[in-house]
T-cell receptor, first 113, second 116 residues
């Protein structure tokens, strides 16, 4: 079955700490990869996406993610988090040729000042 | 980015009544929209794929007679929760797709349904 795994359910960091959120998916072939963010009380927004090309993609607000095909991973990173990064982060995968977007369970990030 | 508007954002209804939630793409045409359900502290569960001018495609385990989806135009899809019960209380999120090839979705604000 298709699956997207996010290993960290809750992450607590202090401001200026570095962040890495893991995301793995379970199927081969062509994939399109996404990270979405949901700030408290707001709707889902796209952080970044990977379709092809450079496996290191940069998104909004200083986030980046690296696609490692051999590891079936698409981890999200940010060198120095801010209090305003407190949110829930969802990894999502679209399998090439299919139009469904499958989401991971989400990671709730809390950043303390 | 593209804008998707969902209405109402919150609705409270009595058990046994039906509730309609609207999803509109405001600045683009969406041939395909998706309806998700999000339980507290859980991920988004895909309920159905709504295709303009044709019947929706439901995911396994989702009752099509309970969750009626209509996609009558390129900018509007509706989800009707029929004969709602307390276990239907949840956060319902719609999304619209511009490019099928990439799978990228634009999301509405979500609708929180509470069934008393």
């Amino acid at each position: 079955a298709q699956s997207v795994s996010q290993h960290n359910h809750h992450v607590i960091l202090s401001e200026a700490a570095s962040l890495e959120l893991g995301c793995n998916y379970s199927y081969g072939g062509t994939v399109n990869l996404f990270w979405y963010v949901q700030y408290p009380g707001q709707h889902l927004q796209l952080l970044l996406k990977y379709f092809s090309g450079d496996p290191l993609v940069k998104g909004i607000k200083g986030f980046e993610a690296e696609f490692i095909k051999s590891k079936f991973s698409f981890n999200l990173r940010k060198p120095s988090v801010q209090w305003s990064d407190t949110a829930e982060y969802f990894c999502a995968v679209n399998r090439g040729g299919y139009n469904k977007l499958i989401f991971g369970a989400g990671t709730r990030l809390a950043v303390h000042p | 980015g593209a804008v998707v508007s969902q209405h109402p954002s919150r609705v409270i209804c009595k058990s046994g009544t039906s509730v309609k939630i609207e999803c509109r793409s405001l600045d683009f045409q969406a041939t395909t929209m998706f309806w998700y359900r999000q339980f507290p502290k859980q991920s988004l569960m895909l309920m159905a794929t709504s295709n303009e001018g044709s019947k929706a495609t439901y995911e396994q385990g989702v009752e099509k007679d309970k969750f009626l989806i209509n996609h009558a135009s390129l900018t509007l899809s509706t989800l009707t929760v029929t004969s709602a019960h307390p276990e239907d209380s949840s956060f319902y999120i719609c999304s619209a797709q511009i490019h099928r090839e990439t799978g990228e979705l634009f999301f509405g604000e979500g609708s929180r349904l509470t069934v008393l």
